[in-house]
């Protein structure tokens, strides 16, 4: 039974930044691919950015401003988001993945207006 937390979501200007954290519970944190993914009103869930084996991937609209990272001790998984633009405002939502198998957060509101 794999279940993943979520934090750090919230409201902030355009140009500000958070901090978003995933717990993973239930298994070998290592054996997973962590990714976080994000989902504005009508609109289909994109991919922002993913963690394997040390190497990371990013949406092409995040990329040089987000980062992932993970601690392998604590089972986390991170996205710090930085210079955040109105356009950034989902549902973001941590995934982990081995094979077949894939768990989802619950979800996270990221709002960004003035």
């Known amino acids: 039974q794999v279940q993943l937390v979520e934090s750090g979501g919230g409201l902030v200007q355009p140009g500000g930044s958070l901090r978003l954290s995933c717990v993973l519970s239930?298994?070998?944190?290592?054996?997973?691919?962590m990714g976080w993914y994000r989902q504005a009103p009508g609109k289909q869930r994109e991919l922002v950015a993913r963690?394997?084996?040390?190497?990371?991937n990013y949406a092409d609209s995040v990329k040089g401003r987000f980062t992932i990272s993970s601690d392998n001790a604590k089972k986390s998984v991170y996205l710090q988001m930085n210079n955040l633009k109105p356009e950034d405002t989902a549902v973001y939502y941590c995934?982990?993945?081995?094979?077949?198998?894939?768990?989802w957060g619950q979800g996270t509101q990221v709002s960004v207006s003035s």
């Open positions: 995934n982990s993945k081995l094979g077949i198998f894939e768990t």
């Open positions: 239930g298994s070998i944190f290592s054996m997973f691919t």
């Open positions: 963690i394997s084996g040390g190497s990371t």
